[in-house]
């Protein structure tokens, strides 16, 4: 790799000018066009109010993908330009059309999907084999099914447009939220400095435990002051969710992120009850990283504090070398597409003012590229992070070729790739670990990510439950919302904690996504299930890669049952893969405890 990599990303490949983009307002229009174009096709065919034919039916399918694939790219376009630049007010602009086009589109679907249900079985059937469609029978014989347990078409489209300015508009606030906060910090040498929320977040996990905690109770401080809003915005999103399922007919707020993820409520309780039997070692672990660090219990800001040599900075040039290595040894195509993404600027890395927090990948399918949007300073933590989307990156690599409708993958078999490429990385530098303070380190490293994984995101899990259990009663104050988030991660970490970070609901993107509610279990979901994967790796070795590819190009294509049967042949919707798989995930803890006793 080369020393000097390009830490800033580059979107003018993808539409020049930025939110000023003379080609993306072409984009724009040519997406309206052909929606309208669509909508006024298939509300023809729905007052003719006879079945279409398979003609026709394909026609629309076409049109369709076309559409998807290209809203895809504008949707990923406007929150690249949002993320690198929060106060990119055009940008702004721009996603509210692009959110138009999507509640337009949204509105069109519905039309399409009637048309799906208006076809006889065995025309359906008969149509399904034709060598168009065939490749995504799955999907549409998925929609048709959906469909049975919406409301009546135009309802639903109803319901769709007032989504933009209503659910999808509060989903946006937290953008604006996050563009007002500013943190406060004192430096060593007695400088003032004033800090975004994404420059901010990286001094949580500092080597130094006064830094950590001046920046948490920063932290705290500063999402407190904005508590009133947050609140009134999660408020009003599941709200709206919570009376579209009523007039729906579902009894289950789990309903729809179930269904999105392919999944069924066996599966993910089974998943659940194996992270429940695991929980008492990873307490054990988190027991001695505070004898470690001289502390009673962990506070918050203490779990993924680093040991030993862990806290020393990595350059991003480094960074780059090590992830592309390990992956080399994994598969050559891996790492030459990482390579590649490095090289060409598909990252945005740099550490500066007025980015949003956090980390994301997109994809632009109509450019088969992807972007990866990160802030990094050098931790370890950061290196994890790029490992992790260079997998979310790959896994769309893979699929380039396939329909638009067969790219559709739900968010835990996404997470399954992006936590597989961590755990090629962080267990190769283990293995190459040499000296027992390297070996702690990264040992911690890796467990922490378990503790991510079987923790906090149970933690999410529970507030979010609970939460909606109580919002159907009324709206919640921020003094409620605080003490169901204290009271879920103190459950959650099985009492290891000392101090909880109770305005993390108020912090935490994810609770504020409209396009996937309860985006926290598929993380997971895939954690686990890539663990059973990457065992499988081991045993296979080299001649595994192709199958990890094959089982990535069918993510889109059936449920994770099929799939894991298919790939793997395990049940997911029983105990003992994930037993299994809980199992892998905490092998290093007996390392952990035998390395770091006394005496």
Same mark, same amino acid.
């Given at each position: 790799?080369?020393?000097?990599?390009?830490?800033?990303?580059?979107?003018?490949?993808?539409?020049?000018?930025?939110?000023?983009?003379?080609?993306?307002?072409?984009?724009?229009?040519?997406?309206?066009?052909?929606?309208?174009?669509?909508?006024?096709?298939?509300?023809?065919?729905?007052?003719?109010?006879?079945?279409?034919?398979?003609?026709?039916?394909?026609?629309?399918?076409?049109?369709?993908?076309?559409?998807?694939?290209?809203?895809?790219?504008?949707?990923?376009?406007?929150?690249?330009?949002?993320?690198?630049?929060?106060?990119?007010?055009?940008?702004?602009?721009?996603?509210?059309?692009?959110?138009?086009?999507?509640?337009?589109?949204?509105?069109?679907?519905?039309?399409?999907?009637?048309?799906?249900?208006?076809?006889?079985?065995?025309?359906?059937?008969?149509?399904?084999?034709?060598?168009?469609?065939?490749?995504?029978?799955?999907?549409?014989?998925?929609?048709?099914?959906?469909?049975?347990?919406?409301?009546?078409?135009?309802?639903?489209?109803?319901?769709?447009?007032?989504?933009?300015?209503?659910?999808?508009?509060?989903?946006?606030?937290?953008?604006?939220?996050?563009?007002?906060?500013?943190?406060?910090?004192?430096?060593?040498?007695?400088?003032?400095?004033?800090?975004?929320?994404?420059?901010?977040?990286?001094?949580?996990?500092?080597?130094?435990?006064?830094?950590?905690?001046?920046?948490?109770?920063?932290?705290?401080?500063?999402?407190?002051?904005?508590?009133?809003?947050?609140?009134?915005?999660?408020?009003?999103?599941?709200?709206?969710?919570?009376?579209?399922?009523?007039?729906?007919?579902?009894?289950?707020?789990?309903?729809?992120?179930?269904?999105?993820?392919?999944?069924?409520? @066996? *599966?993910?309780?089974?998943?659940?009850?194996?992270?429940?039997?695991?929980?008492?070692?990873?307490?054990?672990?988190?027991?001695?990283?505070?004898?470690?660090?001289?502390?009673?219990?962990?506070?918050?800001?203490?779990?993924?504090?680093?040991?030993?040599?862990?806290?020393?900075?990595?350059?991003?040039?480094?960074?780059? @070398?090590?992830?592309?290595?390990?992956?080399?040894?994994?598969?050559?195509?891996?790492?030459?597409?990482?390579?590649?993404?490095?090289?060409?600027?598909?990252?945005?890395?740099?550490?500066?003012?007025?980015?949003?927090?956090?980390?994301?990948?997109?994809?632009?399918?109509?450019?088969?590229?992807?972007?990866?949007?990160?802030?990094?300073?050098?931790?370890?933590?950061?290196?994890?992070?790029?490992?992790?989307?260079?997998?979310?990156?790959?896994?769309?690599?893979?699929?380039?070729?396939?329909?638009?409708?067969?790219?559709?993958?739900?968010?835990?078999?996404?997470?399954?790739?992006?936590?597989? @490429?961590?755990?090629?990385?962080?267990?190769?530098?283990?293995?190459?670990?040499?000296?027992?303070?390297?070996?702690?380190?990264?040992?911690?490293?890796?467990?922490?990510?378990?503790?991510?994984?079987?923790?906090?995101?149970?933690?999410?899990?529970?507030?979010?439950?609970?939460?909606?259990?109580?919002?159907?009663?009324?709206?919640?104050?921020?003094?409620?919302?605080?003490?169901?988030?204290?009271?879920?991660?103190?459950?959650?970490?099985?009492? @290891?904690?000392?101090?909880?970070?109770?305005?993390?609901?108020?912090?935490?993107?994810?609770?504020?996504?409209?396009?996937?509610?309860?985006?926290?279990?598929?993380? *997971?979901?895939?954690?686990?299930?890539?663990?059973?994967?990457?065992?499988?790796?081991?045993?296979?070795?080299?001649?595994?890669?192709?199958?990890?590819?094959?089982?990535?190009?069918?993510?889109?294509?059936?449920?994770?049952?099929?799939?894991?049967?298919?790939?793997?042949?395990?049940?997911?919707?029983?105990?003992?893969?994930?037993?299994?798989?809980?199992?892998?995930?905490?092998?290093?803890?007996?390392?952990?405890?035998?390395?770091?006793?006394?005496?």
């Amino acid at each position: 790799m080369e020393s000097s990599l390009p830490m800033s990303w580059d979107l003018e490949t993808i539409y020049a000018g930025g939110s000023g983009s003379a080609a993306f307002a072409e984009e724009l229009k040519g997406l309206e066009r052909d929606i309208d174009e669509l909508d006024r096709s298939l509300e023809q065919a729905s007052e003719s109010g006879s079945a279409a034919s398979a003609k026709q039916l394909s026609a629309w399918t076409e049109s369709v993908q076309s559409i998807l694939m290209r809203l895809r790219q504008s949707d990923s376009f406007v929150g690249c330009l949002q993320a690198q630049q929060m106060k990119d007010s055009a940008a702004n602009g721009l996603n509210d059309r692009v959110k138009t086009l999507m509640a337009k589109f949204s509105a069109a679907l519905t039309s399409f999907d009637e048309q799906l249900l208006r076809t006889d079985d065995e025309s359906w059937t008969s149509w399904l084999q034709s060598s168009e469609v065939s490749p995504v029978a799955f999907v549409l014989n998925e929609r048709r099914e959906a469909v049975k347990e919406k409301l009546p078409p135009k309802e639903e489209a109803l319901a769709a447009e007032l989504a933009i300015d209503g659910y999808h508009g509060w989903g946006d606030f937290y953008n604006t939220i996050v563009s007002r906060i500013r943190f406060e910090i004192t430096e060593s040498d007695g400088t003032q400095k004033q800090l975004s929320a994404g420059q901010m977040h990286n001094r949580l996990s500092n080597r130094d435990r006064s830094v950590r905690e001046a920046a948490f109770a920063e932290w705290e401080r500063e999402w407190s002051e904005q508590g009133d809003l947050c609140a009134d915005t999660l408020n009003r999103i599941s709200g709206f969710r919570l009376k579209l399922y009523e007039k729906r007919g579902w009894k289950s707020a789990l309903k729809e992120p179930l269904a999105i993820n392919r999944m069924s409520e @066996a *599966t993910l309780n089974a998943m659940w009850a194996a992270v429940g039997e695991g929980k008492p070692k990873l307490v054990r672990y988190l027991e001695r990283k505070a004898k470690l660090l001289g502390i009673e219990k962990l506070d918050w800001h203490d779990v993924n504090a680093p040991l030993g040599s862990a806290g020393k900075s990595v350059p991003y040039s480094e960074a780059a @070398a090590i992830i592309t290595e390990q992956f080399r040894a994994f598969s050559p195509d891996l790492a030459d597409f990482t390579e590649m993404a490095f090289r060409d600027a598909w990252i945005e890395a740099e550490d500066r003012s007025g980015k949003r927090p956090g980390g994301f990948c997109t994809a632009f399918p109509k450019s088969e590229q992807t972007r990866i949007f990160m802030t990094y300073s050098g931790t370890p933590s950061n290196v994890s992070t790029l490992a992790h989307e260079l997998g979310h990156a790959d896994h769309q690599h893979v699929m380039n070729d396939l329909p638009p409708f067969a790219q559709e993958y739900a968010s835990n078999v996404a997470e399954t790739a992006s936590t597989f @490429a961590e755990m090629i990385v962080s267990d190769s530098t283990l293995r190459a670990a040499s000296g027992r303070e390297e070996k702690l380190a990264l040992l911690d490293d890796k467990l922490s990510n378990a503790v991510s994984f079987f923790m906090d995101i149970r933690a999410r899990f529970l507030f979010e439950q609970r939460f909606y259990e109580r919002r159907t009663q009324g709206m919640l104050t921020k003094e409620e919302l605080c003490e169901l988030m204290e009271g879920a991660q103190r459950e959650a970490f099985g009492g @290891a904690l000392g101090g909880v970070h109770p305005h993390f609901w108020a912090s935490k993107l994810h609770f504020y996504l409209t396009d996937v509610p309860f985006y926290n279990f598929p993380y *997971t979901f895939g954690y686990l299930f890539s663990c059973g994967i990457y065992a499988q790796a081991n045993k296979e070795g080299e001649a595994f890669a192709d199958r990890y590819v094959a089982l990535l190009r069918d993510t889109g294509l059936m449920t994770v049952e099929d799939l894991a049967q298919k790939h793997l042949g395990v049940r997911l919707d029983g105990p003992d893969f994930w037993r299994e798989a809980v199992q892998l995930a905490l092998a290093d803890v007996d390392e952990f405890l035998a390395l770091t006793e006394e005496g």
